[in-house]
């Protein structure tokens, strides 16, 4: 391989850049992905390290570009691999193309001397084999093409001349060509033409017998009509072969253009883009070739067909249709056959078609090299079936349709076909099902929904209403909601959904088809690897393999890196399949869950959830978090997840992964504001807990129930719930939710301004362990006895009391360790020296509680505590920094769904606002408070609004109704 500029001519001798320089040049100035270089330079075998030696490869080659004298961005990179800059003038393989193409031309308006003289300038660029010192499969594939167009040229290039009477000049040339194609029956017939011009019509003979006996032997076939009726008219000494012929039109010109496409539906509705983007390719580009993938029933060939349609004129030598069966419940066409059957489309004699199937791929590109054909290669099964079918000119066409994606076809355009945009798929509806779609729109977009948006389904749904003239859209919408009815409603006439998705099943490996069927048990969403492990009971990796393997089937969709998913439809049918072993890997599921969701939450409890929830050693799937942020990112992205399988294992009948997921996810749901989330959960828990019969997680369920009625404003509720919890506790003599639940009716009392019962029940709830001898009371309970006593003091104006309380809680929390019992507690404190005039200690102590909140995640937590830091600035006459934290406090608290936080923190801010002279507001702001707070019976914060709306003597007689001693309070 040399490089010649007008100064100097360089040979790239280093093998890896005579191999790279080949590719970026055989693709034109179009891009090279990176990992088809590492194919081109390692086959299938690359090194580890193979990326960073082609970028070492690629910086060697522009070394030696500038060298040439040529600019060194000649090799452009890219993200997702290189491209060189060429333009048609300097690559010889342009050139010759160029030349071709107008000595064709002047052929065809019958100057016969200046075609010659164009087609043996282009001939003469060549000097040998194209890339024959290029030791790579890719590159010599890839350039195969320019092989065939040699041929052709050649070819065309000796007609002309034996034409022009030229018959003594090319004879040894001729002669020549034959000994290296000994198959390619045009130069044959040549060279039998120019024999017998020249006089030697015995040696013509023998060419011809030789050429017969030859094919016989090595192809077990007979010589072509065409070479049989030149012997013959040689051997009966047809004058006329003796005289130059007079010009005549291309020979493809006398052959009859094949229109084998299927017909184009007429209610093709979408996909308009995608349409345009494929004709455009297919009239613009030369040797365009177009990979269409996507999963069953995405409507593929239903695409290609309407493309191949609206871009045939582009073709006028023909359009070929192929179904290769690669999906089918035929087995898949191998390419021989395939050959075969295409070679049939272009009429050529089946006495000519050669048994082997490099022979049969040599017929036919010489076949196609001087037509304009499009073909259509349907329902292809894999690049090794579709490779040796590929034509080698630039005049030719190609669509390919698969299941799969054909990532191996050098140079081909992928168009990966997703489901309709909902929009199509209504119009597909609309334009089948006609006015019955156009009466409910509403029902007809479920009904689009429904099937998935999948091509094929709406199709056949559409047709389950065209043959059921009394259904409405409705009718059918009702009878697809439930998913066990769903693929079989989506059948007519033996054509169904699920059998197109069994075709693809029935392909895949035995491994494949294990993880695709249990994938079908996964909740609806995307998911991480390590939940297909679990399901499939595999090695993380592994999984993520396969599924990588099913993703390339369209199979399993993969929305982002690391994330997989399946279609609707797909998954109905997968856990149909499914069935037999559905208990066993959904249980595997929850335990993936259930212990990756106990590590993220750690952080947000006070004791040891894995050891409450009496649990044992992981299952090796399960995630492990030891930073903060990361045990949040990953809730966060999977508790959609974590839902769904709360919900399946309700849906099994696993009533106790019902119980402690419902628990184990409490602490997220409960400090991120997911109240109605909470509810539903809580009411299958405390039903599967029923169903056991399990009292103790009854107990704890309704504890947790309680939780969430207090977060969401609903305190007579929570009061009622944590009564029947004590009930339950005292009953089954469960000590620890004995004095859980009676310290959670502290802290309801205290909210309702039931000063002496919160003290009351407070007592009694430090007492358990005289009710119960031996039994000890954990530090969590400990910590949680001594932060209520301290908040209930803290609001009765019992400023010592409090601090001592909230002193002792702090203590504990230091025992326990954390940053959230710590930060808990020193807001808290803060708070007791807000109300005691220390501002200098209370700023310090309630901005280190917001760090500490903060990185802990606590949101009710970090918003009470900064709307309390505002009052600190106001305090100090920072009005300014309080109106900013104080208007942070409140957008959280809403976040969080608190609805006595939102009444504190709307108090809070009209008092800041009142102080900036924006009366107004500040009313609003204390009138949503007092709404608020009487609709749940939040007494301390009611007071609060009444202070601020200058009803003092209604609100000083409600704070001293409540036992609280600091009527200063009220407006601080």
Known sequence: MQIRTPVTEITVAAPRERILLALLLLREGQLVPVQQVVTALWDTHPPPTARAQVHSCVSRLRQLLRRAGLPEDLVITEPTGYRIKVGPEDLDA???ATRVERGRAAAADGDLAGARDELRAALALWRGRP???????????????????????MAFCLDLELQLDLAEEILAEVADLVERFPHHEQFRGQLMTALARTGRRADALAVFRRGRALLAEELGIEPGAELVELHRRILTGDVSLLLPQLPQPPRIGLRRPARCLPRDIADFAGRADTVQRLVDALSNGPQTVLAIDGMAGTGKTTLAVRAAHAASDRYPDGQLYLDLRGHSDRAPLDPGEALGALLRQLEVPAERVPAALDDRAVLWRTELADRQVLVLLDNAL????????LPGTANTGVIITSRRRLGGLDGAQPVSLDVLPLDDAVELLRRTVGDRALADPERTEEVAELCGRLPLAVRLAAARLQ????????????RLRTADRRLPELAVDGRTVAAAFTLSYQQLPVPLQGLFRVLGLHPPGDFEPAAAAALAELPVAEAEA????????????????????????LRDYAAQLAAAEAHAAVERLLDHYLYSVVSATSYMELSDARSLLRLDTPPPTAKEFSVVAEARQWLDRELPNVLGVARLSAEHGMHRHTCLMTRAVSPFLYGFGYGETQLDLYERAIAAAVALPDPELEAESRNYLAAVYFRMGRLADALATLQIVVRIAERERLPRLVG???????????????????????????????????YEVSPSLEFKLHSTMGLVHTQAGNYTQALAANRRGLAVARRIGGIRPVGIMLGELGLVHLHLGHLAVATALLRRALLLKQDAFNQYGAAETLSKLGTAHRLAGRIGDAITCQRTAREQMERVADVSGQCLAANDLALSLRA???????????????????????????ARALAGLGRMDEAVALFTSLGARDLAALTR
Not at 382 to 389: E, I, M, N, R
Not at 546 to 569: C, F, I, K, Q
């Open 94 to 96: 342009a050139l010759f």
């Open 131 to 153: 890339l024959a010192d290029v030791d790579s499969d890719v590159v010599r594939a890839a350039a195969a093409h320019l092989d065939e167009q040699w041929t052709a040229a």
């Open 382 to 389: 894999d690049t090794t079936q579709v490779l040796p079918l």
């Open 467 to 478: 043959h059921r003239p009394t259904w409405t859209v409705a009718d059918l919408a009702a």
């Open 546 to 569: 396969l599924l990588e393997d099913l993703v390339d089937v369209h199979l399993v969709e993969a929305p982002a890196a690391g994330r997989y998913r399946l279609h609707d439809l």
């Open 740 to 774: 859980t639940a009676l310290t959670n009716r502290a802290m309801l009392h205290s909210k309702l301004g039931q000063y002496p019962e919160a003290i009351a029940a407070a007592e009694a709830a430090a007492a358990v362990p005289v009710e119960y001898p031996g």
């Open 916 to 942: 900036a002279g924006s009366h107004a507001a500040a009313e609003r702001l204390h009138r949503e408070a007092l709404t608020k707070a009487a609709g749940i019976g939040d007494r301390y914060e009611q």
